[in-house]
């Protein structure tokens, strides 16, 4: 299995500001999964993070407004750029591991807020 | 591309009914099928997973079947509890291993 915290639990940020989002797994995994929850909706994937690439983002999202870093095999940062209340959502921090099947472990999200 | 419908939407049911929620995809060349819980505001837990050669799971009071060739997965809840409320969404993994989730069905168990 894997243990995956994040930072912040929530907040809530002016339009314009930027937030940085930290996602650490306590086990090394190779690929790195961020998502975005908008109310009432599903899961919906921003981008995969490998270690030492560039991510690699869905249809819709865009490395201006959600730059993810990828340091080591156990650490990712999501940021979410000059934010307008549309950003508003739950961002969740994923990990599939290959020692675990390929299970899928969420960390505990953070809720963003925009004003 | 992978579809994935969760049918009911929302169920609200008295204590203590047996339950069955039911997932539905389109493409059957799946990698595993998981089930996760959501409680408002939080991240996702897993319940069970069923890797593509394996017909059911269980988990306590929780049986999960997977039924490839008809592209189906159904998750049985016996003897429901009030704690048992929660939203509850199908992902489905298939070669690019990237699961493609449900929109969720949200489940309330009242007293």
């Known amino acids: 299995s894997a243990v995956i915290s994040q930072k912040p639990s929530r907040d809530i940020c002016q339009r314009g500001t930027s937030l940085t989002i930290q996602c650490q797994v306590d086990s090394q995994v190779t690929m790195m999964f961020w998502y975005r929850q908008q109310p009432g909706q599903s899961l919906t994937l921003i981008a995969t993070a490998n270690q030492g690439s560039e991510a690699t983002y869905e249809s819709g999202f865009v490395i201006d407004k959600f730059p993810i870093s990828r340091p080591n095999l156990t650490f990712s940062t999501l940021t979410v750029s000059n934010m307008s209340p549309e950003d508003s959502s739950i961002y969740l921090c994923s990990v599939s591991p290959e020692a675990s099947y390929n299970e899928q472990f969420f960390g505990p999200g953070t809720r963003l807020t925009v004003l | 591309k992978q579809d994935v419908t969760q049918i009911p939407a929302a169920l609200s049911v008295p204590e203590g009914e047996n339950l069955v929620l039911n997932c539905s995809f389109t493409d059957s060349a799946i990698y595993n099928l998981q089930w996760f819980r959501q409680d408002p505001g939080k991240g996702l837990t897993s319940l069970l997973l069923?890797?593509?050669?394996?017909r059911e799971q269980t988990s306590g009071r929780l049986n999960a079947s997977l039924d490839k060739s008809s592209g189906r997965s159904t998750l049985y809840i016996a003897a429901s509890q009030p704690g048992d409320s929660a939203t509850y969404l199908c992902?489905?993994?298939?070669?690019?291993?990237?699961?493609?989730f449900g929109r969720g069905t949200s489940l309330i168990v009242h007293p």
């Open positions: 992902a489905v993994k298939g070669g690019s291993y990237i699961p493609t």
């Open positions: 069923i890797q593509s050669s394996q």
